[in-house]
């Protein structure tokens, strides 16, 4: 691995536990933990690995998270698995504070509508507060701001809904992107950061106005969705508070590329909150894994788990 991405990560306690790691099935780049590549079995491993306390609660949590568009479990063996670190960081939550409210239940993999017909929107993390007044949408991030390549999207995010196109007018309009229209698809590319940030940016807060806007029959066009899955009871609450926010994890070693994202996000915050177009949602500043879970060790998230990833 270049540079000291997983110098972030604290192996040794697992190591202690029997567990092994080296490079992952089928790959001889990406390291990982050796497990199998069954669903069940990577989720009976975590359990045991990290000592997950509340074991009947992370099954319920694993098969949202593993269960989403992707297939994601298939990355719950990498050590830089976004989802992983966002399942193992968020599934336990109790009385999480993050800006002034307190959270106690999280959702993974939520889907929301971008444009009728095409794939929705898949939110990481949605946590709804204690008293069942605000709900917190999170796009969590692991590595992935490391790198900043182009993005192919296809021209209907421009060409057939309204909101998708103002957003990304307002990005190329202000200097911080540009667009290059072909046939079928347009080149997106972000000139400071990663691109895909603001472009899943822009895909999450048209789903959540699609939230917002939803009617009775919304959440019966998400297929992959259970006959009783929990998930399922979002559409049918009411939020006083709806907010979006960004979760980046820091990995040392790799400082100037997350405040770079950080600063390039920001921008773009103030341009969409000031522009009005998403007057209903709050969209909060970027945050990060170890400002929210500081001292949350044996509280809001296991102590193997805190132990990790070093909050």
Known sequence: MSRTEFDSLNKTPLIERGIKFGYRLNSRTSEGFVVGEDRIERREFLKKAFDLKDKSRFNKKYEEASTGSGQPHKDFDALRSSALCALLSFYGISDLEIGNEHYDK??????????????PSNMDVVLVSKDNKTILFLECKFSEYKTNAQQEVPNDYLDSCNLSNQLYDLVVKNGLGTIVRGKEKFIFKTKDAYSQGTKQVISHLVGIT???????????QFSFYGDDDERKSLYDMKFEK??????????????????????LSEKVRKLFVNSGL??????????????????????????????????
């Not at 699609?210 to 019966?220: D, I, M, P, V």
């Open 210 to 220: 699609s939230f917002l806007n939803r009617s009775s029959g919304y959440k019966n």
């Open 278 to 311: 998403i007057s209903n949602i709050e969209f909060a500043p970027a945050t990060t894994y170890q400002k929210v879970f500081k001292g949350q060790r044996g509280i809001n998230v296991d102590n193997l788990v805190a132990d990790f990833y070093k909050y």
């Open 106 to 119: 999280a959702y993974f993999e939520v889907q929301n509508t971008v444009i009728p017909g095409r794939q």
């Open 242 to 263: 709806v907010i979006f926010q960004e979760i980046l994890f820091e990995l040392k070693g790799y400082e100037s590329e997350l405040n770079a994202y950080i600063e």
